[in-house]
């Protein structure tokens, strides 16, 4: 057989695969959703635009949707949004947080170099929540790395604004505690490092939101930071009925320390939080700390973060918590340092 015969075989071969390719395609089942307008509140599990398969079959086909409008408020936790044909993976109990202690060689890695470029002495929250998913830390901070080499030097002015607003609160907070001596320099000192590192991670958020998630930091309100009431006569430990209080998950690092202070840590419960949250003090310095932050950023972020969907929705959804978040933490922070300096 000649090479120009075996070149006609392979090509009439290509054609009939071409064909049958055609033909199959041409026969795939379509699937059409229409909507005028989607509005939602709050995706807490799973917002599936299309159809939701248990498991990989022959229900694959051609999806098309047609939204007028779509708007999604808030993307809550591990929630996730999707369009056209997702594949539902059976949930696995993962971790919702990598902290440095319990982190892969390549996140302790992104963990020192975070740490290096911001000049702070531990890793923000935010980022130990994206660690969960390699990829988004890797992407996410290549992008804030980039921005903070380029804008640093607005970070002062940011600094110093929403520092001001600590220390008015900060003095508020000294009329409610009495002169009980409890000087601890050392649960000071790491106090002040934890704001340092809360407030540079709290004005890249604030850049991130911005960019990402236009119009979130205008539309919160100061319902959006509730707290609920702090339990007078507690069974629970301390820590706990905090958490419970602020509704975190996590307390910021200068309180995890706390069981190792025990009198420091009694003095902030019953002479300070417990008093200013009877009178819903707390939620006010919160929202005053929240407005004070806003109103001071004034940088322009160059994000360009490449994610699927699935952890797209992560990112912005943890964007979103701890842009809510910090200001409780640093509400926590100054409470430790009116106690214990």
């Given at each position: 057989m000649s090479e120009l015969e075996q070149l006609k075989i392979e090509n009439a071969m290509l054609r009939k695969q071409l064909n049958e390719f055609i033909y199959y395609i041409n026969h795939l089942p379509a699937f059409e959703y229409h909507f005028d307008k989607i509005?939602?509140?709050?995706?807490?599990?799973?917002?599936?635009?299309?159809?939701?398969?248990?498991?990989?079959?022959?229900?694959?086909?051609?999806?098309?949707?047609?939204v007028k409008e779509l708007e999604i408020r808030e993307i809550e936790?591990?929630?996730?949004?999707?369009?056209?044909i997702t594949e539902k993976k059976a949930s696995k109990s993962k971790p919702d947080i990598i902290p440095p202690e319990a982190a892969s060689p390549t996140i302790k890695k992104h963990y020192e170099q975070i740490k290096e470029t911001l000049d702070i002495q531990v890793v923000p929250l935010f980022f130990q929540k994206l660690a969960v998913r390699e990829n988004v830390l890797e992407l996410t901070w290549e992008n804030l790395k980039r921005n903070w080499e380029d804008l640093h030097k607005e970070y002062p002015s940011f600094r110093e604004k929403v520092k001001e607003k600590l220390k008015k609160i900060h003095s508020v907070m000294k009329k409610y505690v009495s002169s009980n001596m409890i000087i601890r320099p050392d649960l000071?000192?790491?106090?002040?490092?934890?704001?340092?590192?809360?407030?540079?991670?709290?004005?890249?958020?604030l850049g991130l939101s911005n960019e990402m998630i236009p119009g979130?930091?205008?539309?919160?309100?100061?319902e959006d930071f509730q707290l609920k009431k702090v339990k007078l006569n507690a069974e629970e430990e301390i820590l706990t009925n905090i958490k419970d209080a602020?509704?975190?998950?996590?307390?910021?690092?200068?309180?995890?320390?706390?069981?190792?202070y025990e009198v420091v840590l009694d003095a902030l419960y019953t002479q300070l939080l417990v008093p200013i949250n009877k009178v819903d003090k707390d939620q006010e310095f919160i929202w005053e700390i929240y407005q004070g932050a806003s109103r001071a950023f004034e940088s322009e972020f160059n994000v360009d973060i490449n994610l699927d969907a699935e952890n797209l929705a992560f990112l912005l959804s943890n964007i979103m918590e701890q842009t809510k978040l910090i200001p409780k933490y640093l509400v926590l922070e100054l409470g430790v340092k009116v106690i214990a300096e």
């Amino acid at each position: 057989m000649s090479e120009l015969e075996q070149l006609k075989i392979e090509n009439a071969m290509l054609r009939k695969q071409l064909n049958e390719f055609i033909y199959y395609i041409n026969h795939l089942p379509a699937f059409e959703y229409h909507f005028d307008k989607i509005k939602v509140e709050k995706v807490k599990g799973t917002l599936q635009l299309g159809e939701l398969l248990e498991s990989d079959n022959d229900k694959m086909g051609i999806h098309k949707i047609f939204v007028k409008e779509l708007e999604i408020r808030e993307i809550e936790g591990t929630g996730t949004v999707g369009v056209g044909i997702t594949e539902k993976k059976a949930s696995k109990s993962k971790p919702d947080i990598i902290p440095p202690e319990a982190a892969s060689p390549t996140i302790k890695k992104h963990y020192e170099q975070i740490k290096e470029t911001l000049d702070i002495q531990v890793v923000p929250l935010f980022f130990q929540k994206l660690a969960v998913r390699e990829n988004v830390l890797e992407l996410t901070w290549e992008n804030l790395k980039r921005n903070w080499e380029d804008l640093h030097k607005e970070y002062p002015s940011f600094r110093e604004k929403v520092k001001e607003k600590l220390k008015k609160i900060h003095s508020v907070m000294k009329k409610y505690v009495s002169s009980n001596m409890i000087i601890r320099p050392d649960l000071v000192k790491k106090v002040n490092e934890d704001i340092e590192a809360q407030l540079k991670a709290w004005w890249l958020l604030l850049g991130l939101s911005n960019e990402m998630i236009p119009g979130f930091l205008h539309r919160l309100k100061r319902e959006d930071f509730q707290l609920k009431k702090v339990k007078l006569n507690a069974e629970e430990e301390i820590l706990t009925n905090i958490k419970d209080a602020y509704q975190l998950q996590h307390l910021p690092m200068s309180l995890q320390v706390l069981d190792d202070y025990e009198v420091v840590l009694d003095a902030l419960y019953t002479q300070l939080l417990v008093p200013i949250n009877k009178v819903d003090k707390d939620q006010e310095f919160i929202w005053e700390i929240y407005q004070g932050a806003s109103r001071a950023f004034e940088s322009e972020f160059n994000v360009d973060i490449n994610l699927d969907a699935e952890n797209l929705a992560f990112l912005l959804s943890n964007i979103m918590e701890q842009t809510k978040l910090i200001p409780k933490y640093l509400v926590l922070e100054l409470g430790v340092k009116v106690i214990a300096e």
